[in-house]
């Protein structure tokens, strides 16, 4: 690495240093820090972009502010010069990832994949320019191998060292069953990275055993290692539980502007500069002045929570809908005022009904019983007051306003 670094101009070290500042902001862990350097110092000295790998199973279509964390890594990368390599585990996915399940997950069809993975395509064109996307799908090299190549790619790796996985041992103290086809799950991904001899491997810290994979197998075969980066999770709007739909605690980003900026002004204050750092295209100097300005009392976190929202919602939408979406927020919720453009219904009901059905009947809630929960919770209100009864008869009048929550309201005409 010294030589490298030795035979770099004074400008190129300063790129290299910008380079590893920039890639580490965030980052959880990078294995191995040096040979990052190395690597991009290489790059560098020869002109030549560095193989950046991204693997997917597109075991959901939905993108939320949760994945962008890898994918933002990926753009600056990209935004440098680097090869994105975007492998779709069309082969992986029907075998399905063990990783962090306490049971063996479900196997996808390939129409699955298919239908997914051109959603996923649509979604991640919002974060990185998909036409500069070296493009990968596993089935081209995986279905290809013989019996015998499959056996000779297990010789190279142990049982005990497989059995190191915390969710592989978890289950075993559990005595709960592993399926011996989950076993081969890392060594497949371990073998896209020989196929494609990547430089770099990106993944969340849950990803860490299945990349470090690709270490492994990359040097059985003879060829320069992987440098693994591995990202944080982020936790989701109740700032505790990682974010994800089922925990509804999740922002997506297809999502309208209204509604983005809103839910990006419940996110924990705690979380505020985590967010920054991983959803937002926010450099490493801008960071570190908002650091500065917010410890110092400069900005209070009430200013720095809406620049946090404009910034997400503009990084989708644009700045016009940022400013549109943050002056909604400014009048309904700062105000108290209602917004300027609330959906109506024709209500053809009866003239009183229980306030639990009216909410279902204007598909506020699914069920009654999720209704009557966010009416315990104080979540209802009606021409702006509070419904604190869930056996209410609600007289249903013209003009009649329902809100539930803080970004839902419906207007009933008759």
Known sequence: MI??????????????????????????????????????????????????????????????????????????????????????????????????????RKQLTDEEVKHNAKTYFEQFAKVIDMEKVELHYNSKWLSQLLFEDVIQLAGKITVARLLERDDFEERMALHQPISLHEFFYPLMQGYDSIMLECDIELGGTDQHFNILMGRHFQEKFGKEKQVALLMPLLEGLDGVEKMSKSKKNYIGIDESPNEMYGKSMSIPDERMIKYFELVTDFSPEDLQDLRENMAAGQMHPRDAKMLLSRTIVKMYHGEEEAEKA???????????????????????????????????????????????????????KLNGVVVEDSKLQVKVEDKLIVQVGKRKFIEIKK
């Open 3 to 104: 030589n490298i670094l030795e035979q770099l101009t004074e400008q190129q070290r300063d790129e290299v240093k910008r380079q590893l500042a920039l890639y580490s902001q965030g980052v959880q862990e990078i294995i191995p820090l040096e040979e990052l350097e190395m690597k991009v110092a290489k790059s560098i000295l020869q002109h030549k972009p560095l193989k950046v790998k991204l693997g997917l199973d597109p075991s959901a279509p939905d993108v939320h502010l949760g994945h962008t964390v890898v994918l933002n890594k990926m753009r600056q990368f990209q935004e440098n010069g680097h090869i994105i390599q975007l492998i779709i585990g069309d082969f992986t996915g029907k075998i399905g990832d063990p990783t962090g399940k306490s049971v063996a």
């Open 326 to 380: 943050e002056q909604h927020f400014i009048s309904v919720f700062q105000k108290r005022e209602l917004p300027d453009e609330i959906p109506t219904v024709v209500w053809a009901g009866d003239l009183e009904v229980p306030v639990i059905e009216l909410l279902v009947e204007l598909n506020m809630f699914t069920s009654k019983s999720e209704a009557r929960r966010m009416i315990e919770n104080r979540g209802v």
